[in-house]
């Protein structure tokens, strides 16, 4: 008897979704983590280095320089069509 089958623990999760909610079980389970490390570092006598480090801050985006203005191109004067055929 324990919880060494499948059906036990299954039911288990059931009952726990139903009694504290989908929204709260994360972070039940990540304040149960957190006391079960400090217990346990508390037992050691070591101090826990922390596990999150914080990220570096992005890097700035490049932005391209706008493309150089060029010079409107000479006007041409209009080819008319020779009358050869």
């Known amino acids: 008897m ?4 499948p059906l036990h623990i299954v039911f288990l ?4 979704l139903l009694v504290f909610g989908a929204k709260r079980l994360p972070e039940i389970g990540r304040s149960l983590g957190s006391g079960m490390r400090e217990f346990k570092d508390s037992i050691s006598g070591q101090p826990s280095q922390p596990t999150l480090t914080q990220a570096a801050p992005p890097p700035e985006p490049v932005v391209a320089a706008p493309p150089a203005v060029q010079a409107p191109a000479p006007a041409q004067a209009p080819v008319e069509p020779t009358g050869h055929s």
């Open 2 to 5: 324990g919880l060494d089958n």
């Open 13 to 16: 999760v059931v009952v726990l």
